[in-house]
């Protein structure tokens, strides 16, 4: 699986947008771009996933760059309660494997003040 | 999203003894469900990838024979750490992949949490 490589801390005031980064440079044709958050003490939430379009739901919205080596979450409106930690991960799409496993990394720990 | 649970939320033990762990998933049949652990201000690890009918795969570095994994039916898995010891505490979490006929990408959806205190 690519590494991917995220900013350790980031700040981002209430009602506005977070936009959160991720390199992941060695990203391969059939990898895709998954975005989770992680409240304290409780398991990652699934936030989106994308590969090479930009994908929007109700949570957040996912930027991938033309050549897919990095990409951005945007939060379009933080709330206290989006303070988590976010792990950009890439996964390989297999169909009926055990690969495509998500592996962590250190993420991007959020915190949104008044 | 789809919705996986864990049980019990949270287990004190004493050293030697063996833990089980529920994995279950509620509103979908998962044929691949993962282990994770998790120590304190650190990332999430994985531990292992659970197949229904199969034998667990586990990551390198992981004791199959400390940490068994049973994945009996569609939504069930289950962790037994046995002969627990005190590194052993931690928060377990576990995730289920749901199958490609419901979302194609198979996304993964995790459980709240385990944690374990060994004394």
């Known amino acids: 699986d690519a590494k991917t490589t995220q900013p350790p801390s980031m700040d981002c005031a209430e009602g506005r947008a977070a936009n959160l980064p991720c390199n992941h440079s060695?990203?391969?044709?059939?990898?895709?771009v998954y975005w989770y958050r992680q409240i304290h003490s409780q398991g990652p939430q699934y936030i989106i996933h994308g590969l090479k379009n930009n994908e929007t739901n109700e949570m957040a919205s996912l930027i991938i760059t033309e050549d897919r080596k990095s990409s951005t979450l945007i939060l379009p409106h933080a709330t206290l309660r989006d303070t988590a930690v976010y792990y950009c991960?890439?996964?390989?799409?297999?169909?009926?494997?055990?690969?495509?496993?998500?592996?962590f990394g250190r993420g991007t720990q959020l915190t949104v003040w008044p | 999203g789809a919705v996986v649970s864990q049980h019990p939320s949270r287990v004190i033990c004493k050293s030697g003894t063996s833990v089980k762990i529920e994995c279950r998933s509620l509103?979908?049949?998962?044929?691949?469900m993962f282990w994770y652990r998790q120590f304190p201000k650190q990332s999430l690890m994985l531990m292992a990838t659970s197949n229904e009918g199969s034998k667990a795969t586990y990551e390198q570095g992981v004791e199959k024979d400390k940490f068994l994994i049973n994945h009996a039916s569609l939504t069930l898995s289950t962790l037994t750490v046995t002969s627990a010891h005190p590194e052993d505490s931690s928060f377990y979490i576990c995730?289920?992949?749901?199958?490609?006929?419901?979302?194609?990408?198979?996304?993964?959806?995790f459980g709240p949490g385990t944690r374990l205190l060994v004394l």
């Open positions: 991960i890439v996964r390989v799409e297999m169909r009926g494997s055990t690969l495509g496993r998500l592996y």
């Open positions: 509103d979908f049949q998962a044929t691949t």
């Open positions: 995730s289920a992949r749901v199958p490609r006929h419901i979302e194609r990408q198979e996304t993964q959806y």
């Open positions: 060695t990203i391969s044709g059939n990898e895709y």
